[in-house]
């Protein structure tokens, strides 16, 4: 599904902030992506998400060179990875609703076959009362859930999530973990980025692991 072969990863003239990373993410795999503060791991996600390219090496997703890939089917490809990033990035002059229903809307799908789904995902990340809410009166944490539903509306064949927990307190980090691993369990492969110790001793993963720009892989 994701291969990467040797990719080194560097800004302008500076040393590679990334290099020598060599991994595969498996078809219905759950990994966390781990490390220091400042290692690299959004950096990486970037790349995952095809908006970085590497300096150098291989990376293929779905079977595509990245490096090859014109930029007109970029969007068709991105539209199978489903992203949670650490700022959120949701429109504050639509509805908590609307935005999580946005990929769905862009794809021309009628609001009528997709309601019922939006309202239930939005209940299990603890935001069912807040369907109208606008961003701007959300919490930093119910902003992170509402991110996270909208990644998910999609049933997208890969997750990337950037700190998915990290506002929000120790309970609800514990269900939104489980919405994680039940969403794997349908199929998806699910790649969260975090330095949250806890969190991932509750689930038995494979750990990628950042440090001073290479990684190491614990199984």
């Not at 020598?20 to 790349?47: C, H, M, N, V, W």
């Not at 806890?198 to 692991?209: E, I, P, W």
Request: glycine share 8%.
């Amino acid at each position: 599904m994701i291969r990467f072969e040797n990719v080194g990863l560097r800004y302008g003239m500076g040393a590679e902030v990334l290099r020598d990373l060599s991994f595969e993410i498996a078809p219905r795999s759950f990994q966390f992506l781990t490390g220091p503060s400042g290692a690299g791991k959004s950096t990486l996600l970037r790349l995952l998400f095809m908006s970085l390219k590497p300096t150098r090496g291989l990376i293929q997703i779905f079977d595509r060179d990245v490096a090859t890939l014109p930029r007109t089917e970029l969007p068709a490809l991105r539209r199978r990875i489903g992203v949670v990033f650490q700022d959120f990035r949701l429109l504050d002059h639509l509805t908590t609703f609307e935005n999580v229903a946005l990929p769905l809307r862009v794809l021309g799908r009628d609001e009528a076959s997709y309601r019922a789904d939006v309202i239930e995902l939005l209940k299990w990340v603890g935001l069912g009362d807040r369907v109208q809410a606008l961003p701007p009166i959300l919490s930093g944490g119910e902003k992170q859930r509402a991110a996270i539903a909208r990644a998910l509306i999609g049933q997208p064949e890969i997750l990337l999530a950037d700190e998915p927990t990290g506002n929000v307190d120790p309970p609800l980090a514990k269900r939104l973990l489980r919405l994680f691993i039940e969403l794997n369990k349908l199929g998806t492969s699910v790649v969260i980025a975090t330095h949250d110790i806890g969190l991932m001793n509750q689930f038995d993963a494979r750990r990628l692991v950042l440090h001073e720009g290479r990684l190491s892989i614990y199984e």
